[in-house]
């Protein structure tokens, strides 16, 4: 069974930062790209930024130049880090990965369930 695991969201002042990790866990062959998604209160989720396999990464455009994602494959876990946070970044970020779980499957894609970063004072 395939867990995502994101840790590190809380409370943070505008311009403050912090870095949200997922983990995956459980049994899987590979893990090919891996992303951060938000949903804010009231809206859809959207994608904030991603990262493939060899580590091309992509960001919305909101977030360009502040959040830096990362991936550490040896511990099969994607990092966001987030400066110079703002009161429109606070959501519930959401870690998805494309996974194989095995040689009968194809690559499907997990979520994680969540973890809310608020900006205020």
């Known amino acids: 069974q395939v867990q995502l695991v994101e840790s590190g969201g809380g409370l943070v002042q505008p311009g403050g930062s912090l870095r949200l990790s997922c983990v995956a866990s459980g049994s899987f062959l590979s893990i090919n790209a891996m992303g951060w998604y938000r949903q804010a209160p009231g809206k859809q989720r959207d994608l904030v930024a991603s990262i493939t396999g060899g580590g091309t990464a992509t960001y919305v455009d909101s977030v360009k130049g502040r959040f830096t994602i990362s991936r550490d494959n040896a511990k099969n876990t994607v990092y966001l880090q987030m400066n110079n946070l703002i009161p429109e970044d606070t959501a519930v970020y959401y870690c998805?990965?494309?996974?194989?779980?095995?040689?009968?499957?194809?690559?499907?894609?997990?979520w994680g369930k969540g973890t809310l970063v608020t900006v205020g004072s």
């Open positions: 998805s990965a494309n996974i194989r779980p095995d040689w009968r499957r194809g690559v499907q894609s997990y």
